[in-house]
């Protein structure tokens, strides 16, 4: 087998270099080989992915976090939308939550995966923005979720507990915004906090956002937070850690393929956890699009 690594230096705390120091004698004694590839500047994950002959490669590795592999995503797909050539993921980052679903949570779990040789189709989210289009993995987030994750940014030297920061800053200055949702036609009108559209079930590391997520049902599950107080929003928040927030009455869920939202004020978005773009947005999802070691 023969790969190419992906490497983002900087993930998880400046980690990236540690890790892949770590995983390369790793998959040495796998007997695999491999070419290596850094990201020294914001935005050359995607150039590397988009340069890459998928020929040469048996797999492309990501090694870093959710940003990372969104990043890399996007260089591949942009450049190759028939893409066969599987990828995989080294988790490195702050949160690492699509990964999870695929039983890995350690740089020892993805090299057994990886070396295994066996991967799955999975789904990949799209969405069509103001500025431009992108693919997803693992959710697009808008309202209250993607200023939790621009303030958590701040605070991202802390781990996954940046998430928690991030939660508690944005509370004090909380407050709904109409918007209308269109879930495969049908049409909504809501007051909501925040709406996560998820193709995995997890968010911020170990946060169970969409329990019934399936990564390869050719579905979209959108979880919708509508108005609620602050006191509200407190005592709902530590129930995502089980999943057991979408059984509030606060809470809608929704499932379908093409999703669109549209608000009365532009609200930032949040795609795999980057913080980028606002509504209005529609999304679709496309069944099985690629391949990823598991």
Do not use: W
């Amino acid at each position: 087998m023969n790969l190419l690594l992906i490497v983002n230096p900087v993930a998880g705390k400046n980690r990236g270099e540690k890790a892949l120091q770590r995983a390369l004698p790793l998959l040495e004694k796998k007997r695999i080989h491999y070419d290596v590839k850094t990201s020294d500047f914001a935005g050359a994950t995607v150039e590397i992915a988009r340069q890459l002959d998928p020929s040469k490669y048996d797999g492309v590795i990501a090694v870093g976090g959710d940003g990372t592999l969104f990043e890399m995503l996007n260089g591949l797909l942009k450049s190759k939308p028939n893409l066969e050539l599987p990828i995989g993921q080294i988790p490195v980052g702050t949160g690492n939550s699509f990964i999870k679903d695929l039983a890995i949570e350690t740089i020892d779990d993805a090299i057994e995966k990886i070396a295994g040789g066996k991967h799955r189709k999975i789904d990949v989210g799209s969405f069509k923005y103001p500025e431009g289009e992108h693919y997803f993995i693992n959710l697009l987030g808008t309202g209250f979720v993607s200023n939790v994750a621009h303030r958590a940014g701040r605070y991202k030297a802390l781990g996954p507990l940046s998430y928690v920061l991030g939660v508690f800053g944005e509370v004090a200055r909380l407050r709904s915004v109409p918007m209308e949702l269109t879930v495969d036609g049908k049409v909504f009108t809501r007051d909501y906090i925040f709406a996560e559209i998820c193709n995995s079930t997890k968010t911020g590391g170990n946060m169970i956002m969409a329990p019934e997520a399936k990564i390869d049902d050719g579905l979209l599950d959108v979880i919708l937070l509508n108005n609620l107080s602050k006191v509200n929003l407190l005592k709902l928040f530590p129930q995502i850690f089980k999943g057991t927030h979408v059984a509030d009455s606060h809470v809608e869920s929704f499932r379908g393929k093409q999703i669109k939202i549209v608000t009365d004020v532009p609200q930032r978005l949040t795609p795999d956890g980057e913080v980028f773009g606002t509504t209005p947005i529609e999304v679709s999802i496309l069944p099985q699009k690629v391949a990823m070691f598991c």
